[in-house]
């Protein structure tokens, strides 16, 4: 998924400005993408449709970092499809909190069922009890058993030879008596879905009224886990989903698609076969994993570089001109601030680089703020013809920014010597600046 959308947007990347046409492809770069990541054809639809939607709005168009602009709005867009915030487990108003775990074969049930118990134990002090439901795998109450002790939580069997329903039923009832605060009901599953399994799921459901039915589903299965969720979805109406195996290679596609496809939550990932490998779903961690974000935030500063060099080199030829002027000024101030050091932005210029006079130059924002508000009091006119500034237009600007008048002197005094040695700057020394900007 990464490396895909990197390509089409380090495209866009390398133009100043996007066309609609440029949003286009990129979207179509995104769509591929996603689709590749294994996410619903139709999530895909929508998604690039929404993003597209926003992208070609004057906001990204009209930005001077488009790219950017863009990641922003894909990421904003994927945390949004997977629930915008975290959704915390449902607990009942009096213990016991009944969670019943629902899914295919091998989904990761019980793993996630002995997980959760020791998460509640270890970050709620609770003493959960667990249920062995899953009579047809003659191993499946063993590996309950063998986790339980592992973790210290009891676990209610009878053994494979009672129906599942009466196993809860007398489970439900062990725990009400010792006080549990949580029933963990693990069930079994199918290698699909059967009318069967559903029929005993729903009767489970039916008896012991849980406060949470979460679906378990295997991240690596892709379209596959779409179909699954919809289909337990539709006959026991979950009320959230774990999604397993999110370690390894696993994108997370999966994750976009049920959240979409069912409407229900995800609240826990499990990224691995230990009992500590349940995490609570955050959509914006699962954004970023899906965008690369490593990747992506290297992206971004590369963008912002671009902008830098384009700007700086722009600058440069002002410069060497001597058509620099305040609203150039202003222009520097502002990237000052909006995104690092002028020194750096300096350092580009040719020529500048190894500078001595730049080593020791240190910007302090105040002063860029009091010497932005002096420009900002200038008039149009006045910005662009420096040398319009006769004494009663400066004792204007200073009542205008509320700084004394010899303050505006000693700043246009500088602007104008720091312009005069911008000309020489190839062999320039750079004092001029650094006494304007940090006095
Ligand atoms: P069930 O049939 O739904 O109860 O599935 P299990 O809990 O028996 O899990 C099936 C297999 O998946 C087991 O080998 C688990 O160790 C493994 N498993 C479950 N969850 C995860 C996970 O989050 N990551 C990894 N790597 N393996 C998992
Ligand atoms: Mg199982």
Do not use: W
Not at 392 to 403: N, P
Request: with cysteine; net charge neutral.
């Amino acid at each position: 998924l990464t490396e895909r959308l990197q390509n089409a947007i380090s495209k866009l990347r390398r133009k100043g400005k996007v066309s609609e046409a440029d949003v286009k492809e990129v979207m179509r770069e995104i769509r591929l993408a996603l689709l590749e990541a294994d996410v619903n054809f139709k999530v895909v639809k929508d998604f690039v449709k929404t993003v597209r939607t926003r992208a070609v709005g004057a906001e990204v168009l009209e930005s001077l970092t488009p790219a950017q602009q863009i990641v922003k709005i894909v990421n904003e867009e994927l945390v949004k499809v997977m629930g915008q915030e975290a959704s915390p487990l449902n607990k009942s108003p009096k213990i016991p909190t009944i969670i019943m775990m629902v899914g295919l074969q091998g989904a990761g049930k019980t793993t996630t069922a002995g997980k959760l118990a020791l998460k509640l134990k270890e970050e709620q002090h609770a003493r959960p009890l667990l249920i062995a439901a899953d009579v047809y795998r003659p191993a499946a109450v063993d590996q309950l058993k063998i986790l339980g002790q592992n973790i210290d939580v009891p676990v209610f069997e009878m053994g494979t030879d009672v129906n599942p329903v009466e196993i809860v039923r007398q489970g439900l009832a062990l725990g009400k008596e010792k006080k549990n605060d949580y029933i963990i009901i693990d069930t079994a599953g199918r290698l699909q879905i059967d009318e069967r399994l559903m029929n005993e799921l729903a009767q489970i459901k039916e008896l012991s009224q849980p406060n949470e039915i979460l679906l378990t589903v295997d991240a690596m299965t892709g379209q596959n886990a779409v179909e699954v969720a919809d289909g337990f979805n539709s006959q026991l109406d979950v009320t959230g989903v774990v999604l397993t195996k999110l370690d390894g290679d696993t994108r997370g596609g999966a994750a976009l698609s049920i959240r979409a496809v069912t409407g229900k939550p995800i609240k826990f990932i499990g990224q691995g076969e230990k009992m500590t490998d349940l995490d609570v779903f955050y959509p914006d961690r699962m954004a970023s994993r899906i965008l690369g974000m490593g990747d992506m935030l290297t992206l971004i500063e590369k963008a912002q570089k671009d902008f830098d060099e384009k700007k700086a080199a722009e600058m440069a030829a002002k410069m060497r001109e001597n058509s620099f002027d305040f609203n150039d000024f202003l222009d520097q101030m502002e990237q000052v601030q909006n995104m690092g050091p002028l020194e750096d932005i300096i350092k580009m210029i040719p020529g500048m680089a190894n500078n001595p006079a730049l080593k020791n130059m240190n910007v302090d924002p105040k002063d860029i703020e009091r010497t932005k508000a002096i420009v900002y009091s200038m008039t149009p006119a006045e910005r662009e013809n420096p040398d319009l500034l006769n004494p009663s237009r400066r004792r204007r600007i200073a009542a205008g920014c509320g700084r004394p008048i010899q303050e505006v002197n000693r700043m246009i005094k500088q602007f104008k010597q720091m312009r005069e040695m911008m000309k020489k700057m190839s062999n320039g020394n750079f004092a001029g600046m650094e006494g304007l900007l940090g006095n």
